[in-house]
C-alpha cells in the first residue's frame, strides 16, 4: 500500500491570492520574483500600504545600489551623483508617465483606479530594479576593466533593456489579473515609457562620466547625444 | 443616478452597449459633460502646445484649442450626419453629433494624460532663445502633431463598437467611422491653419489670431517642419 499522500499541483506563478506571511521587504521581494500574482492582490484587495512601501523602499535601494556601481566608473562625485540622479529621474519618468498609464488602462477595458495604477507600476518598476541590482556585479566589473564611457552606456542600456522586460511583462500580466476585462495590449504606452525614460537619462546627464555642472548646460535629443558619445568613442581609437 | 465619471470610464472602455443608451437619451448633461471634459482636457493639452513660445501663448493656445474642436464638431455636424445616414450608421443628426462629441471627449482625456509628457518634451527643446529655435519649433510642431493625429485616431476607434451595433455591420461601421475622420481631420487641420498661432513661430510675435488667417495651409506648414528636421 501507498503511504505516500498525491503530489500537490504545481502553483501557478500568477494565482490571485493573498501572500502567505505579512508583508516585510523579504517577503515582498520573494513574492515578487516568485508569486507575483500574491503582490497584485495585496495591492488591489489586501495590504495595499504596507506592501507600496515596501515596494517603494526596495525599488529606491537597489536603484541606488546600482547607480553607486554606474558612478563607479568615474569615481569621486559621481559615487553619489549616479545613484540620485537614476533614483530621481526613474521616479520622475514614472511620475510624468502614470496619467497615460491610466488612461491607456482605461481604453483597454480595465475599470481602473488611480492607486491600484499607481501599486502595479510600482511592482514592476520595484522588479526592474531588483533585476538590475542583480545584474550589478556584471557592470562593476566591465565599469573596472574600462575608460570608456560608450561601451559602458551600451552595457547599461542593455542591463536595462533587459530588466525592463520583465518589468513591464509583470506590468501587463497584473492588468489582465486586476481587470479580466482588460486586455494586455500597452505597447504604444511601452514605446512611449522607453523615449522618456531614454530622454530623462540625457537631460540628467552626465550619469556615467564626469561634467564640471550637476546638470547639463546644453539640451539634447537622447539620439543626438548618443551619437556624440559614440563619435567620441570613436575618435578616441584613431 | 447620472454619475459622469462612471459614465466617462465606460466611455474609455469602449462600453458600446451604455453608449447606446446615452445616444436615446433626451437628456443633455451628457452632452455637457463631454463637452466640459473637452474644454478642460483640451484646455491642459493647448497650454503645453504654447508654452514653448511664451506663458502668455500658452494662455491663447488654452482657450484656443478646445475651440477648434468646438467649432470642428459643430461645423462638420450636417456633414457627418448625412455621410453616417447615406453609409448605414444608423444613427440620426442629434445621435451623430453627440458620438462625435463623445469621441472628441476620449480624445481630449488622452491628450490631458500625455501633457506631462509633453511638458518633458518641452524641457528637452532647446529654448527660443537659443540659437537653434527653428529647430526647436520643428521638433515641437512635429510631437505635437503626431501626438494628436494618435489620440485623434483613438477617439475615433472608441466608437467602432458602438457604430457596429447600431449599424448592424463591421463593415459599415469602417466605412462611417473613415468618412467621419477624414472629414474631421480635413476641416480641423484647416480650421487649426486658421485659428493659428498655437506653439507660434520663433520669429513672430506673440498673438491671438495671425493678421492674415486665411494665407496658406496646413499642409504646407507641416511639409516645411519635415524638411527642416530631415
Given amino acids: 500500500m501507498n503511504d505516500e499522500p498525491p503530489a500537490l499541483p504545481p502553483r501557478h506563478s500568477f494565482e490571485y491570492v493573498p501572500m502567505d506571511e505579512p508583508p516585510t521587504i523579504w517577503s515582498v521581494i520573494s513574492a515578487l520574483l516568485k508569486q507575483p500574482g500574491q503582490v497584485v492582490y495585496e495591492l488591489l484587495e489586501g495590504r495595499a500600504a504596507a506592501v507600496l512601501g515596501a515596494l517603494a523602499l526596495v525599488a529606491i535601494a537597489s536603484l541606488a545600489l546600482y547607480g553607486v556601481v554606474i558612478g563607479s566608473l568615474a569615481g569621486g562625485a559621481q559615487f553619489w551623483i549616479a545613484p540620485a540622479k537614476i533614483v530621481g529621474g526613474s521616479a520622475l519618468a514614472a511620475l510624468i508617465c502614470l496619467p497615460s498609464l491610466f488612461v491607456f488602462l482605461c481604453l483597454n477595458g480595465a475599470d481602473a483606479r488611480l492607486r491600484h495604477v499607481v501599486g502595479l507600476l510600482a511592482a514592476s518598476i520595484c522588479l526592474m530594479a531588483i533585476l538590475l541590482m542583480s545584474l550589478a556585479p556584471i557592470a562593476w566589473i566591465f565599469s573596472q576593466s574600462t575608460d570608456s564611457v560608450a561601451l559602458m552606456a551600451t552595457l547599461h542600456i542593455l542591463l536595462w533593456i533587459v530588466a525592463l522586460g520583465f518589468g513591464l511583462r509583470l506590468l501587463s500580466k497584473s492588468a489582465v489579473i486586476a481587470w479580466s476585462g482588460a486586455s494586455s495590449r500597452l505597447g504604444v504606452w511601452t514605446c512611449i515609457y522607453v523615449l522618456v525614460c531614454l530622454q530623462m537619462m540625457t537631460a540628467v546627464r552626465p550619469i556615467i562620466g564626469r561634467a564640471e555642472t550637476f546638470l547639463p548646460s546644453e539640451k539634447q535629443f537622447f539620439l543626438t547625444h548618443w551619437m556624440h558619445v559614440i563619435g567620441a568613442s570613436a575618435s578616441n581609437y584613431r | ?230
Fill in chain 2, 1 to 230: 443616478m447620472f454619475d459622469a465619471s462612471k459614465r466617462l470610464l465606460r466611455l474609455l472602455a469602449g462600453n458600446a452597449a451604455a453608449q447606446r443608451a446615452w445616444l436615446d437619451e433626451r437628456d443633455w448633461r451628457w452632452a455637457g459633460v463631454c463637452g466640459a471634459v473637452i474644454f478642460f482636457g483640451g484646455g491642459i493639452y493647448g497650454a503645453t502646445l504654447g508654452l514653448w513660445r511664451d506663458g502668455l501663448q500658452a494662455v491663447f493656445t488654452a482657450i484656443k484649442f478646445p475651440l477648434l474642436v468646438f467649432l470642428t464638431c459643430g461645423a462638420n455636424a450636417a456633414f457627418n450626419g448625412c455621410l453616417g445616414q447615406l453609409l448605414g450608421s444608423g444613427m440620426g443628426f442629434r445621435q451623430t453629433t453627440l458620438a462625435i462629441l463623445m469621441s472628441f471627449a476620449v480624445t481630449a482625456i488622452v491628450l490631458a494624460s500625455v501633457a506631462p509628457i509633453m511638458l518633458f518634451l518641452l524641457w528637452n527643446t532647446p529654448p527660443l532663445a537659443e540659437g537653434n529655435a527653428l529647430g526647436g519649433h520643428s521638433i515641437t510642431l512635429l510631437a505635437h502633431v503626431g501626438m494628436i493625429a494618435f489620440a485623434g485616431v483613438i477617439g475615433v476607434h472608441r466608437l467602432f463598437r458602438l457604430v457596429v451595433q447600431t449599424s448592424g455591420s463591421a463593415p459599415a461601421a469602417r466605412r462611417v467611422l473613415l468618412g467621419w475622420l477624414v472629414g474631421n481631420l480635413l476641416l480641423g487641420t484647416q480650421l487649426a491653419w486658421v485659428l493659428r498661432p498655437f506653439i507660434g513661430s520663433p520669429a513672430l510675435a506673440v498673438e491671438f489670431f495671425r493678421t492674415d488667417p486665411l494665407r496658406g495651409s496646413f499642409f504646407e506648414a507641416v511639409w516645411r517642419a519635415l524638411h527642416h528636421f530631415f
